[in-house]
């Protein structure tokens, strides 16, 4: 027989019930002997568990959509069902009070779980889960998922217990329980709370013919470099559409170097962004070389010097390009590479912000090259957050120490220890930015530096120690 507490208060009733459902999530019969069932604490877990749903729905849908009255029904069927349940009870039990408790102790457990979940996905959001290996990430989602499964098979395996029902029927409810869920699952999966329109991405009929123009005029604006003196040519390219960080760092680093480097009239922006469509050419396998030609076309190949900034998302040996509905060709080391030597560029600063951005070294690495990525082959770069003005990077190599520093050597130093200092307060492995000199290029970059930090120059001497082809870490 079951001794249910009777109710003493709504907040003292509260305290219980919440320690009750701690109970249930261990399986243990506890649950029912701490439990203070009452129709006021069957409202107010009512309205939590509905509450916390809509929440974790709505970050899930990225804090958009419209609120879908549907989903909310449909989560309802489960406390429903824990009600008829609890009628079953009391009816064969001939406890009254008993009706209740199987909602409240679902209700409980459900906010919860739900509670956790709606935390983990705003540290996921806002990428403080980072530090995860990706199987154990990824592996979330269905935890969360045997957690619901458990948390219904929970209140009938303490139930079950305290009766003493036989074995077959324990398994049979269990089964039934089970297959209930899968059913719901199935039929409910496309109607959460907060719903979000599956419309397909579009490029606008404006876009699509300003395309060709824009691209024309990006590139026929590039100046002639002048015979008598070193010249430094910008070309920024922002991979992926669907982050505007990228978008936004490209943008203000091009402005930087045409204002404090010299470069306008001699700088390029490849930008994937539906915001930019009819304002600045996107970026593709095609636009890339084509601007790499113009820019091998117009400088002087054996004084001036090309700086190249890619940031995008990335995998190993892999950069991305996204601009949907448009299907892009990726950009792979060996295309990398092949692109520039076509071009006939001989002088190359090449800097790459995305994830594993070091698997390019080994491809572009040459005698006249200096190479900087923003994380080792292996790990992770981070900061790609739409909300953000820059990457961890991006922020850090351009955005601070080259405002400050007097050589790009000095500059990647102060970045790497700036990005690994961010990176270890946030919990984070260490991306762990790369540096690759050409032997050739170790002796002519102070010579070129001079012309990139002119004022700056004239005053203080540029010095650089590094004498490696290889991929090091100062």
């Not at 199987?102 to 459900?110: F, K, M």
């Not at 040996?317 to 060996?334: R, T, V």
């Not at 991006?394 to 955005?399: E, I, S």
């Amino acid at each position: 027989m079951i001794d249910l507490k009777p109710s003493i208060n709504f907040w003292h009733d509260l305290k219980s019930n919440q320690i009750a459902g701690l109970w249930l999530f261990l399986g243990s019969r506890k649950c029912l002997k701490i439990v203070h069932p009452s129709i006021f604490q069957l409202l107010f877990w009512g309205v939590v568990a509905a509450g916390v749903n809509t929440l974790y729905s709505w970050m899930v849908a990225g804090q958009t959509g419209a609120f879908n009255p549907q989903g909310l029904v449909s989560y309802a069927l489960w406390p429903f069902i824990a009600l008829i349940v609890g009628i079953f009870l009391s009816q064969r039990m001939n406890n009254t009070r008993l009706m209740l408790v199987p909602a409240i102790l679902w209700l409980v457990l459900d906010s919860n779980v739900l509670l956790l979940q709606c935390f983990l996905q705003y540290l996921g959001d806002h990428d403080y889960l980072n530090f995860l290996p990706d199987d154990v990430y990824n592996f979330l989602p269905t935890l969360f998922m045997i957690f619901f499964v458990w948390q219904s098979l929970a209140v009938i395996w303490v139930f079950s217990r305290e009766l003493k029902w036989p074995w077959w029927e324990r398994a049979l409810i269990m089964f039934a329980t089970i297959c209930t869920l899968v059913v719901w699952q199935m039929s409910v999966k496309e109607q959460p709370i907060w719903k979000v329109s599956d419309l397909p991405p579009t490029i606008s009929e404006d876009v699509f013919y300003a395309q060709n123009d824009l691209l024309k005029k990006s590139l026929d604006a590039v100046q002639l470099g002048d015979f008598s003196q070193t010249h430094w040519y910008f070309l920024g390219v922002a991979g992926d559409s669907y982050d505007a960080v990228f978008s936004s760092e490209i943008q203000r680093i091009k402005s930087q170097f045409d204002t404090r480097f010299g470069t306008f009239g001699r700088s390029v922006q490849l930008v994937n962004d539906p915001d930019t469509g009819t304002k600045i050419p996107m970026a593709s396998q095609t636009s890339i070389q084509l601007a790499l030609n113009r820019i091998g076309q117009q400088m002087n190949r054996d004084t001036d010097v090309l700086f190249l900034y890619m940031t995008s998302h990335g995998l190993e040996n892999h950069f991305e390009l996204e601009n949907a509905p448009i299907d892009l060709k990726q950009i792979d080391p060996n295309w990398l590479r092949s692109a520039l030597d076509k071009s006939g560029i001989k002088w190359r600063v090449i800097v790459i912000s995305a994830c594993y951005s070091g698997s390019f070294i080994p491809a572009l690495q040459s005698d006249n090259t200096l190479v900087i990525t923003a994380s080792a082959a292996d790990r992770s770069s981070f900061g790609c957050n739409s909300q953000a003005d820059y990457t961890y990077f991006g922020r850090a190599f351009f955005d601070q120490a080259m405002r400050e520093k007097m050589s790009l050597h000095d500059a990647f130093i102060d970045a790497q220890a700036t990005v690994t200092k961010w990176e270890t307060a946030q919990g984070f492995e260490p991306s762990e930015p790369q540096w690759s000199l050409g032997k050739n290029m170790e002796l002519m970059l102070p010579q070129l530096e001079k012309h990139l930090f002119p004022v700056a120059n004239t005053i203080i001497p540029i010095t650089n120690n590094v004498a490696s082809t290889d991929a090091i870490q100062p």
